[in-house]
């Protein structure tokens, strides 16, 4: 589905990933996992078209529809808009310039509002909500442009552990159910351990490390963060300890 | 102060009024995006650069308006390349331009003593010099800004919103930025001689404010916008020539006590719910 070819890239001068070779393939759910500052949304932004490479390529099947959720920081909420009204934003390039949205594309946003389970929020202003449910807007609005992959900027950040549990079941369901391609970034490897199913490590001066979550034991971790790290299965899920 | 009403029946004060209007509609409606990509500041600095537009045409003997256009394109142009790529000194380059703008402006105008004579003011305007030739072009420049903001507003809205998101979309983000920032400079521009800055930016800024205090949805709040703006456009015109006030500054003014009041009606209507929960 996606072919990251011998990429480089970086910002200001500084070269924060260099000559990656991966795949993602359809139906994945991959994470991509690392420090702050390790490139993790760089490489975010170079999939998704956002950025340029400075060498290699990022080869996708043609008329892949991506569905972005970057973070949050990007939303400026002085905009007065309805949850509905930012979903609908998501039909926008569907549309096309100079049409009005029609019924289907309302359908679509109500479906999208069925799936991310915020149907009872749609007329509720988004500034007016709490960060698990500014999430699922974000989510909805991703789903209602009838993405083949959805692609996630750390959207566990600010969620308490209720909102990012809930968040997470959600996206497992979007994949699970509507066999959505999802790739995931995030800091805290904790979180998404049980969730994607295989992970891409990248860290600040060490070659990047991609395994499947069956892979990962201690001595993988330790290799990958350079200390020690016990893990555990608690009721058949890996618990970081 | 005089009260004589029989003023507001000559046909230049219509044409003034009819010029106030247009603008103080238009500013209103783009005022809102204004006041939501947070580029208060910006428009400003289009209005400063218009203004020397004016200034340049009427110092080298060329179209003032066509000079005021190109000028602000331009500035339109540098403002919109600064902006879509995340410039870091961008805020420092809507200071550098306002004050070269202004400064500039001020000395052709001091250079030519036909300026004064033409009744030019770029601060303050001059709605009593308008001209039928020049409410007509102003009227049809503020028609299809308008109508392009109406047949695109889905993407306008979409693109000030959430950028990257429209742009992952398949939306071409830096396209419909440059037609925002294109169209406001040349809403700016085509009334800048005769509103002048203070009422432009004043129009810009203090009747999307309003619309972003009392409005519940989007539509809504472009709608109060213009009718804020409108209301007291008719009204301070009206006032200015009866008390013999220069007539921006006066609905400039309207517009600021209006807010006032309107914010304080607010705050009083939000304590008295509270205190009956």
């Known amino acids: 589905m996606i072919h990251l070819h011998q990429l480089t890239a970086g910002y200001g001068g500084s070269k924060v990933i260099d000559k990656l070779e991966c795949r993602i393939e359809e139906n994945d759910f991959f994470g991509i996992v690392g420090p702050n500052g390790a490139g993790k949304s760089t490489l975010l932004r170079l999939i998704l078209g956002l950025q340029k490479p400075w060498r290699g390529q990022v080869i996708c099947y043609r008329g892949l529809r991506f569905g972005g959720c970057m973070q949050r920081i990007g939303i400026d909420e002085i905009f007065p808009f309805t949850v509905r009204e930012i979903v609908m934003m998501g039909r926008v390039s569907l549309i096309g310039p100079w049409k009005r949205p029609k019924s289907n594309d309302r359908e679509k946003v109500e479906e999208s509002l069925r799936i991310a389970e915020i149907s009872s929020l749609a007329g509720r202003r988004f500034n007016q909500l709490s960060g698990g449910q500014k999430q699922r807007t974000l989510i909805a609005r991703a789903l209602a442009a009838e993405p083949h992959c959805l692609v996630l900027d750390e959207p566990t950040n600010d969620l308490d552990i209720k909102g990012c549990r809930e968040l997470l079941h959600l996206l497992k369901k979007l994949h699970e159910e509507y066999k959505m391609t999802i790739i995931l970034v995030s800091h805290e490897l904790e979180r998404v351990l049980n969730y994607a199913e295989r992970f891409l490590f990248l860290n600040l001066d060490k070659e990047p490390v991609m395994v499947r979550r069956q892979e990962i034991d201690e001595a993988v971790l330790r290799n990958i963060f350079d200390f020690d790290l016990q893990l555990d299965k608690v009721n058949g899920k890996l618990a970081i300890l | ?277």
């Open chain 2, 1 to 277: 102060m005089n009260t004589d009403w029989s003023i507001l029946a000559e046909p230049f004060v219509w044409s003034g009024a009819i010029t106030a209007l247009i603008t103080a509609v238009v500013c209103a409606y783009f005022g809102v995006y204004v006041i939501l990509k947070r580029i208060v500041f910006v428009s400003v600095a289009l209005a400063e650069v218009a203004g020397l537009g004016v200034a340049c045409g009427m110092f080298f003997g060329v179209n003032h308006q066509l000079a005021a256009v190109s000028f602000t394109f331009l500035a339109a142009f540098l403002f919109w390349l600064y902006f879509s790529t995340g410039h870091a000194l961008k805020e420092s380059l809507v200071g550098y331009v306002y004050c070269v703008a202004a400064a500039a402006a001020i000395i052709l105008l001091a250079m030519n003593p036909m300026a004064r004579a033409r009744g030019v003011d770029i601060v303050s305007g001059n709605f009593l010099y308008a001209q039928r030739p020049e409410i007509i072009v102003l009227a049809l420049i503020s028609a299809a800004v308008i109508t392009i903001q109406l047949l695109f507003a889905k993407e306008f809205i979409a693109v000030s919103f959430d950028r990257d998101f429209a742009r992952i979309c398949g939306t071409n983000s830096r396209f419909w930025e440059f037609i925002l920032y294109f169209s406001l400079g040349l809403t700016i521009s085509a009334s800048m001689r005769l509103s002048g800055l203070v009422y432009v930016f004043g129009s810009l800024l203090i009747p999307a404010w309003a619309g972003l205090l009392l409005g519940r949805g989007t539509i809504q709040i472009f709608l109060i916008a213009v009718c804020f703006a409108a209301f007291n456009t008719l009204l301070g015109f009206a006032l200015a020539l009866v008390w013999d006030t220069p007539p921006a500054p006066t609905m400039v003014v309207f517009y600021g006590i209006s807010l006032l009041l309107l914010t304080s009606l607010k705050a009083g209507v939000i304590r008295l719910t509270r205190a009956g929960a």
